[in-house]
Antibody, heavy 118, light 108 residues
Framework: EVQLVQSGAEVKKPGESLKISCKGS????????IGWVRQLPGKGLEWMGI????????RYSPSFQGQVTISVDKSIGTAYLQWSALKASDTAIYYC???????????WGQGTMVTVSS | DIQVTQSPSSVSASVGDRVTITCRAS??????LAWYQQKPGKAPRLLIY???SLQSGVPSRFSGSASGTVFTLTISSLQPEDFATYYC??????????FGGGTKVDIE
């Protein structure tokens, strides 16, 4: 079965760092782009950035450039999204997704809820 | 940057109704447009890719079409399981992309 499995929910304090993961299985992980999408509570989908595991080519949305870091460890089929200093406004659900064709994302992780509160 | 604007932001409909959702791109995106369905507490689900191609496993009552920079998602006969929020997403400058604001389809 082709799937993306994300790490579990996190509760952090402002200023703390965090790295969440997205593990792919059932397909050739290296050859499909993996994107990250944020969903604020009760709001729509926002594209954050995307990475190509084979060569780590990474692109960021201007809204998230410098705010997060996307990385990958292709040896274990896992992509990551990390923050160096969380803010309360980072409280959201974060999804990873596999790009299929023409920019459409066909496989989605289950989402990781990140709560940032003092 | 390319912007995509969805309309309406919400629509009330009944089972059996035909529902149409529109996505307008700020510039040409060719066929680099996808549609998703999201239900509360769930990840989005790809319905349509390349503007009009039906994703495997998606019921045929869903269809996508394009006319210039205007894209349309049509549900031909709304079913109870179709009440959800729908998003368009363009990727003309892939790997850069953007989502529309969403359209909530609820029960009239």
């Amino acid at each position: 079965e082709v799937q993306l499995v994300q790490s579990g929910a996190e509760v952090k304090k402002p200023g703390e760092s965090l790295k969440i993961s997205c593990k792919g299985s059932g397909y050739s992980f290296d050859t499909f782009w993996i994107g990250w999408v944020r969903q604020l509570p009760g709001k729509g989908l926002e594209w954050m950035g995307i990475i190509y595991p084979a060569d780590s080519d990474t692109r960021y949305s201007p809204s998230f450039q410098g705010q997060v870091t996307i990385s990958v460890d292709k040896s274990i089929g896992t992509a990551y999204l990390q923050w160096s200093a969380l803010k309360a406004s980072d409280t959201a659900i974060y999804y990873c997704a596999r790009e299929y064709t023409k920019g459409g994302f066909d496989i989605w992780g289950q989402g990781t809820m990140v709560t940032v509160s003092s | 940057d390319i912007q995509v604007t969805q309309s309406p932001s919400s629509v009330s409909a009944s089972v059996g109704d035909r529902v149409t959702i529109t996505c307008r791109a700020s510039q040409g995106v060719s066929s680099w447009l996808a549609w998703y369905q999201q239900k509360p507490g769930k990840a989005p689900r790809l319905l349509i890719y390349a503007a009009s191609s039906l994703q495997s496993g998606v019921p045929s009552r869903f269809s996508g079409s394009a006319s210039g920079t205007v894209f349309t998602l049509t549900i031909s006969s709304l079913q109870p399981e179709d009440f959800a929020t729908y998003y368009c997403q363009e990727a003309k400058s892939f790997p850069s992309l953007s989502f529309g604001g969403g359209t909530k389809v609820d029960i009239e």
